[in-house]
T-cell receptor, first 116, second 109 residues
Framework: SAVISQKPSRDICQRGTSLTIQCQVDSQVTMMFWYRQQPGQSLTLIATANQGSEATYESGFVIDKFPISRPNLTFSTLTVSNMSPEDSSIYLC?????????????FGPGTRLTVL | EDQVTQSPEALRLQEGESSSLNCSYTVSGLRGLFWYRQDPGKGPEFLFTLYSAGEEKEKERLKATLTKKESFLHITAPKPEDSATYLCAVRSNDYKLSFGAGTTVTVRA
């Protein structure tokens, strides 16, 4: 398994500012992901965080808005840039299990973002 | 495009009243059907992965089954602590997880 922590757990931000969310995994993992969960809705994949290379973004998400870093096999950051109230959401970090198999995928506790 | 539909949206149960949640899916090459539990204000907690029709997995009062088009999560004799939102997701040939909207289960004592 993989235990995932995120910082901050929540934040309230002003329109036009940026917030960087940190994700730490307790062991080395091959794949890390960032998801968004808007109020009352299910999870949507933002991007796959690739170690040592640029993230792979899903349709509707762009690097300028959601820059992602992954400097090593246990850590990643997601920045929400130039925020608007529509960015208010829960942002979740996720990783495959330490075996690297696709049969397990774990999630962090989430970062609850409110943009005023 | 992969599609996952969960029903019902909400389920209210009396303690001890067994029931089932449904997850129907359309996917291009199933590489796993996942069940998660999500408590308010927390991230999803991994429960099971199923791979082939006929497969079953159990954990405490929960039992997941899989057919070629749907999966069921059976809750046997639920307790109030089983109250949560249960999420279903499928992994297809592109290895991404596609989630359903979830079923919110409330168990009254």
């Amino acid at each position: 398994s993989a235990v995932i922590s995120q910082k901050p757990s929540r934040d309230i931000c002003q329109r036009g500012t940026s917030l960087t969310i940190q994700c730490q995994v307790d062991s080395q993992v091959t794949m890390m992901f960032w998801y968004r969960q808007q109020p009352g809705q299910s999870l949507t994949l933002i991007a796959t965080a690739n170690q040592g290379s640029e993230a792979t973004y899903e349709s509707g998400f762009v690097i300028d808005k959601f820059p992602i870093s992954r400097p090593n096999l246990t850590f990643s950051t997601l920045t929400v840039s130039n925020m608007s109230p529509e960015d208010s959401s829960i942002y979740l970090c996720s990783a495959l299990g330490t075996s690297g198999n696709y049969n397990e995928q774990f999630f962090g506790p989430g970062t609850r973002l409110t943009v005023l | 495009e992969d599609q996952v539909t969960q029903s019902p949206e909400a389920l209210r149960l009396q303690e001890g009243e067994s029931s089932s949640l449904n997850c129907s899916y359309t996917v291009s090459g199933l590489r796993g059907l996942f069940w998660y539990r999500q408590d308010p204000g927390k991230g999803p907690e991994f429960l099971f992965t199923l791979y082939s029709a006929g497969e079953e997995k159990e954990k405490e009062r929960l039992k997941a089954t899989l057919t070629k088009k749907e999966s069921f999560l059976h809750i046997t004799a639920p307790k109030p602590e089983d109250s949560a939102t249960y999420l279903c997701a499928v992994r297809s040939n592109d290895y991404k997880l596609s989630f359903g909207a979830g079923t919110t289960v409330t168990v009254r004592a």
